[in-house]
């Protein structure tokens, strides 16, 4: 859900709600004061979704009916950090269930947050290098206080050199933009204070990357924010569960829980790349042995 705003000057939203006049798929929604929220979140809650993601061009106060309403179906309620004009501050105060991406959580300590259709002032990084910004500290304490998680999405601000080609579905981040580095800040400034991290990502590697992207977010967890393995683990595992409200069934080992787990030849919590020593596979109880996995090659991935 986001406002009208957004749908006007995003084209993504058209493309992913073709048959449908834009901002009316109830997947993907234009809210105003005037929306039905009762209806609009139903709708949404009908096609299957378990969560309702707030996105941009809202208001603290439609932010905060809309988590209303998406908490009294039985949904969960994620954010971005800021939704412009609403500041990371006003999104937690809402009472949504998680908030992404770090460099968003920026926002909280400018003393104005535009509107999407204005010009964003680039906000001065320097403030968030030593994990210790004063706004930012009252915030993770709330968020604290609330259980609201913070998937930070800290590699999607690595820069990354442009492919072959030159033809990348990722823009190269603006000179001066929030990167890695601060965004690692933000993070380990928000671990410290007690929020319960979990490790999501927004970027794609590379087809050739063997490994899924979530490993490149474990690694800037444990390097760019400096959290301890066991709480990176934890942050992949029984948190990112939590966000995804499945803790029920799985993010642990447990009696009742899914029997799904990989087993490792070496420790990762002696070392993160003994992630990629996987032995087997148990998904559901059924057992995955490494050795019969088959790679993709290049041949098999294609744009039809």
Sequence with gaps: MAGPDFFASD??????????????APWM?????????????????????????????????????????????????????????????????????????????????????????????????????DGRNPALAKLFAEMKRRGTIFDATIWTYTPMPPPANNNTATPPLTPGGCD?????????????????????????????????????????????????LAAVLQSATLISARAAGQERDMGSLAPGKLANMIVLAKNPLADLTALKTVEMTIKRGRVFRHSDFVPFAKDDITDQ
């Excluded at 084209?11 to 992913?16: A, C, E, K």
């Excluded at 809650?45 to 993601?53: Q, R």
């Excluded at 087809?207 to 690694?219: R, S, V």
């Design 11 to 24: 084209p993504r939203t058209g493309m992913t709600s073709l048959g449908w006049t834009n901002g009316t």
């Design 29 to 129: 929604r234009a809210v105003t004061p005037e929306t039905d929220l009762h209806l609009a979140v139903a709708e949404a809650h009908g096609t299957g979704a378990t969560a309702i993601k707030l996105y941009a061009d809202l208001t603290a106060d439609l932010a905060a009916k809309i988590t209303a309403e998406a908490h009294r179906q039985h949904m969960l309620v994620w954010a971005h950090a800021t939704l412009f004009p609403a500041r990371p501050s006003d999104v937690v105060a809402a009472g949504v269930d998680a908030i992404s991406h770090a460099c968003l959580v920026a926002r909280e300590a400018t003393p104005y947050v535009p509107r999407i259709t204005e010009k964003r002032p680039p906000v001065p990084l320097a403030q968030f290098k």
């Design 180 to 228: 890695d580095v601060t965004g690692g800040a933000i993070t380990g400034q928000a671990w410290r204070a007690g929020v319960a991290i979990s490790a999501g990502t927004d970027a794609v590697a590379p087809w050739d990357d063997p490994w899924p992207d979530l490993f490149h977010e474990l690694d800037d967890m444990a390097t760019k924010a400096h959290m301890p």
